[in-house]
């Protein structure tokens, strides 16, 4: 079956201890990227990868590092998580091509930081 | 101005209802325009997606681009229960995709 999965699904953390969120796309999709969704603010992109190798970021990157060493693979790094980085993430994927841009989105991860 | 701005919500509505969903955006460059579904507790799926100015039909929905007035809109028909989700639209930027803040729906029986 075509998806993006992440782990973990849910997550309580403490203020500066650091974590991972995998993320990962069976489909052979160049782009990959990381958004937050808050209510009231929508999803807002934190960083984004057009291929192996290659990341940027999005709108809101502060507190965020991303690597992207293999095409399935795309995690997203809290090295000392804040509650402000409290927050539902989604990892999204898609082929790059000339026309729209559909994304396939992972399940979320609800994170908390106390 | 943001680049997409979307009425939140939420929009209770009864069984059969016509639906009519509304972002407007700021940019008169941008050419592909989508809606995405939420269920709770899922990731938003792409539901349908439109270039340039028109219309286009799939089932009961039905997505209209006005690029004059910078208005996009999303119309459901029929309405059921099932379709009691968050409603996102987006627009396509090249690297990146931009996401409205949500309408969330809920049609009752």
């Known amino acids: 079956e075509a998806q993006v999965t992440q782990n973990p699904r849910y997550l309580i953390t403490v203020t500066g201890k650091k974590l991972t969120v995998t993320c990962s796309q069976n489909m052979n999709h160049e782009y990959m990227s990381w958004y937050r969704q808050d209510p009231g603010l929508g999803l807002r992109q934190i960083y984004y990868s057009m291929n192996v190798e290659v990341t940027d970021k999005g709108d809101v990157p502060e507190g965020y590092k991303v690597s992207r060493k293999e095409k399935r693979n795309f995690p997203l790094i809290l090295e000392s998580p804040s509650p402000n980085q409290t927050s539902l993430y989604f990892c999204?994927?898609?082929?790059?091509?000339?026309?729209?841009?559909?994304?396939?989105f992972g399940p979320g991860t609800r994170l908390t930081v106390l | 101005q943001k680049e997409v701005e979307q009425d939140p919500g939420p929009l209770s509505v009864p069984e059969g209802a016509i639906v009519s969903l509304n972002c407007t955006y700021s940019n008169s460059a941008f050419q592909y325009f989508m809606w995405y579904r939420q269920y709770s507790r899922k990731g938003p799926e792409l539901l349908m997606y439109?270039?340039?100015?028109g219309n286009k039909e799939d089932g009961r929905f039905t997505a209209q681009v006005d690029k004059s007035s910078k208005y996009i809109s999303l119309f459901i028909r029929d309405s059921q229960p099932s379709d009691s989700a968050t409603y996102l639209c987006?627009?396509?930027?090249?690297?990146?995709?931009?996401f409205g803040t949500g309408t969330r729906l809920q049609v009752f029986p």
């Open positions: 987006a627009i396509d930027n090249t690297d990146k995709l931009i």
């Open positions: 439109t270039y340039s100015s």
């Open positions: 999204a994927s898609s082929l790059i091509r000339d026309s729209y841009n559909e994304q396939f």
